[in-house]
């Protein structure tokens, strides 16, 4: 088998896996647009080679964050990111028992 372009394989798979009706505009997939956010230089200029690439901050399933606590804590309540706020599990585990 020769080399083949990667636009020629994607075009050949999806004619070969059209649906019976064929493909819709709402079968597409959108690719997800990067989140940026920016940081002033010295000089207090907002530029370009001045973005940060910002990860995707969610609760994940199953973890426990805190949601509320004291000033100065790591807490969703005080601005930090749901990783920062994220609690130790043997801590949670602590915290679930009742005396």
Known sequence: MGKQKLKDLVKQLNTDNAPPDGWR???QVRAAKPKWRY??????????????????????????YALTGGPGSRCIANGSS??????DQELAADAGKSS
């Open 25 to 27: 505009p709402g079968d």
């Open 39 to 64: 940081r002033k230089n010295k000089d207090g200029f907002m530029g370009s080679e001045n973005r940060i690439l910002e990860e995707e901050d969610k609760p994940e399933a199953g973890k426990v």
């Open 82 to 87: 749901w990783k920062e706020s994220e609690v």
